[in-house]
């Protein structure tokens, strides 16, 4: 059974930081591209950013390009977001996604990912 789990989120104050976990299990996770999706109430879902297995590279949408980081942990099947001067307008519930390789930006092809995580809710208030 395919599962992607996130942990992390929570509420942060302007400017502060959250890193967020997605635990992968039931398929070969370092065959994947990895992708974060946000989505905020009233919103459309929006790409994050990606891990391409295709060319190795992370790919970040313009609006978190310089404070958002993403790494993976082949050996703990776990792929991480860092979000550093976080901002009122990064609220919203955050999911990994795991998809076949895909050259170029990853995060702007949503669906080509084939599993999903249940999300994890960032909150950005003073």
């Known amino acids: 059974e395919v599962q992607l789990v996130e942990s992390g989120g929570g509420l942060v104050q302007p400017g502060g930081s959250l890193r967020l976990s997605c635990a992968a299990s039931g398929f070969t996770f370092s065959s994947y591209d990895m992708g974060w999706f946000r989505q905020a109430p009233g919103k459309a879902r929006e790409g994050v950013g990606c891990?391409?297995?295709?060319?190795?590279?992370?790919y970040y949408a313009d609006s978190v390009k310089g404070r958002f980081t993403i790494s993976r942990d082949n050996a703990k099947n776990t792929v991480y977001l860092q979000m550093n001067s976080l901002k009122p307008e990064d609220t919203a519930m955050y999911y990994c996604?795991?998809?076949?390789?895909?050259?170029?930006?990853?995060?702007?092809?949503?669906?080509?990912?084939?599993?999903w995580g249940q999300g994890t809710q960032v909150t950005v208030s003073s």
């Open positions: 996604a795991a998809g076949p390789p895909y050259g170029g930006a990853c995060f702007s092809v949503p669906n080509k990912y084939n599993y």
């Open positions: 891990l391409s297995t295709a060319d190795g590279r992370t």
